[in-house]
């Protein structure tokens, strides 16, 4: 019996669905950029890099979009980290090449060291492949002071970091 050219195999399903997946986030992130910058947004990118002696390849980038309306969107995609496990992942207060990046940004630096008053755009849990993604939108447009990304592994050591720019 001949195989059906129009029934998907399992492999070609999960390719379909990573595919929509992307395209969904393409969509989206179109969807919300042109407003947002429009209305006087701020955007700021940066690059993952391992840190702090970490010897997983890790690759990857963070973006920070500090809308003018009270919000602070953050996205986090990261390739390289080993699978099945959960990272957390926060904007820090120092660049990744000042100590080693110390210091969690807190909307109100007198306030407590979680959020709402800091932005946590993890946990994130890496897939099959290595693959970790992360949002958050957080009440309060991040200052100056919010300037990188970094990524803890379980235990909280520093793992990766992105310097916004």
């Known amino acids: 019996m001949a195989a ?43 690059e993952f890099h391992a840190f702090n002696g970490s010897e997983l390849p890790i690759i990857g980038r963070a973006m920070m979009v500090r809308t003018a309306g009270g919000r602070t969107l953050v996205t986090v995609h990261v390739a390289g980290l080993a699978a099945g496990i959960e990272y957390a992942s926060h904007v820090h207060a120092a660049a990744c090449a000042t100590g080693l990046a110390d210091g969690h940004y807190r909307f109100d630096p007198a306030g407590a060291a979680f959020p709402p008053n800091e932005i946590w755009p993890g946990p994130l849990t890496a897939n099959r492949a290595g693959v970790g993604n992360s949002n958050t939108i957080a009440n309060g447009t991040a200052g100056p002071g919010a300037v990188s990304v970094v990524i803890h592994a379980p235990g909280g050591a520093k793992i990766a970091c992105a310097d916004l720019a």
């Open 4 to 46: 059906d050219p129009h029934r998907s195999s399992p492999t070609r399903s999960r390719h379909a669905r990573r595919l929509g997946a992307g395209l969904a986030a393409l969509a989206l992130a179109g969807a919300f950029a042109p407003s947002a910058i429009a209305g006087g947004a701020t955007v700021t990118r940066g």
